[in-house]
C-alpha cells in the first residue's frame, strides 16, 4: 500500500504560481511512476505530467507544456508539480498518483494508476 497526499493548492490570480507537493508512504517511493491528473468541473479527470521511477523522464500534457514542470525527491518520498503563468483554465483539483514502475501500458491511462491521493483545490482567477 502506498498513501499519497497532496497539498499546495489555492487561489491565486492569473500569470501567477503554485507549487503542489505529494508525499508518498508505505512502500518504496522509487518503485512507482508518478503523475498529476486533474479534474475541472464537469470535466473528465486528465492527464498532466508523468515522472519515471528515477526522475529521468518526463512528459507533459500539451495543454501546460513549457509552464508546468514535474519532478521528485527520492529521497524525501515527494513529487512535485511547479505550475508558472497559471492560467483559469487551470482551475481544477489536482491529483497525485501512482502505479507500479514494471506496469506497461500508456501512462496517461488512469486506469493503470493504482493509488490515488485525496487532491488539492486549483483555483485560478481572471
Known amino acids: 500500500q502506498v498513501q499519497l497526499v497532496e497539498s499546495g493548492g489555492g487561489l491565486v490570480q492569473a500569470g501567477d504560481s503554485l507549487r503542489l507537493s505529494c508525499a508518498a508512504s508505505g512502500r518504496t517511493f522509487s518503485a512507482y511512476t508518478m503523475a498529476w491528473f486533474r479534474q475541472a468541473p464537469g470535466k473528465e479527470r486528465e492527464g498532466v505530467a508523468v515522472?519515471?521511477?528515477?526522475?529521468?523522464?518526463?512528459y507533459t500534457a500539451d495543454s501546460v507544456k513549457g509552464r508546468f514542470t514535474i519532478s521528485r525527491d527520492n529521497a524525501k518520498n515527494t513529487v512535485f508539480l511547479q505550475m508558472n503563468s497559471l492560467k483559469p483554465e487551470d482551475t481544477a483539483v489536482y491529483y497525485c498518483a501512482a502505479r507500479s514502475r514494471s506496469r506497461s501500458g500508456s501512462t496517461w491511462y488512469r486506469g493503470s494508476y493504482d493509488y490515488w491521493g485525496q487532491g488539492t483545490q486549483v483555483t485560478v482567477s481572471s
Open positions: 515522472i519515471d521511477w528515477s526522475g529521468g523522464t518526463t
